[in-house]
């Protein structure tokens, strides 16, 4: 559950965002070309979208991801204590409970350490994440820029 989670939030911003672009493709010949209003009002939209991203979505996200590796990170703790608490044992032959539960928390602490470590490739592919949305949805502000300029052309 706790890796189901910033995979479900990054899923939902890619579908929000990917639903959300203005289409700036070429009209079809058929098609009405956009008028000046809606290609303004298109740029002011991914504008608005990225501000959202940048600013709420994204600080959003990483907050999450930090709690969950402070979280991991006190777990893998507690389960290197309780290894720890086991020391004097140590001197018992393999097949006691005593030799068992410590065997058991140790698989404890390696899951949670691996689990921190997994958390964290989480957090940097996060930040790769960012630059390419915050690329795309330039893109999609340059690209209706581009349509306004070829209005005003037109225009002239």
């Known amino acids: 559950m706790r890796r189901f989670i910033p995979f479900l939030l990054s899923v939902f911003c890619v579908a929000t965002i990917a639903a959300a672009r203005p289409p700036f493709a070429p009209a079809a010949k058929n098609q009405a ?27 959003r996200l990483v907050r999450e991801l930090d709690r969950q590796i402070r979280l991991a990170e006190a777990e893998t703790l507690v ?25 058991s928390w ?6 949670s350490h691996q689990h921190v470590q997994r958390l964290r490739e989480q957090r940097a592919e996060l930040t790769r994440y960012r630059r390419d949305v915050i ?20 225009v002239e």
């Open 106 to 111: 140790r698989l404890q602490t390696l899951a």
């Open 33 to 59: 070309q956009p008028t000046r209003a809606q290609a303004v009002a298109a740029i002011r939209s991914t504008e608005r979208q990225m501000h959202n991203f940048r600013f709420v979505e994204y600080p």
């Open 79 to 103: 389960a290197a204590d309780r290894v720890e608490n086991y020391r004097g044992f140590r001197s018992f032959n393999f097949y006691t409970p005593a030799y068992n539960a410590e065997q």
């Open 135 to 154: 690329r795309q949805l330039r893109g999609d502000i340059n690209r209706g820029v581009a349509v306004l300029a070829a209005m005003d052309a037109a």
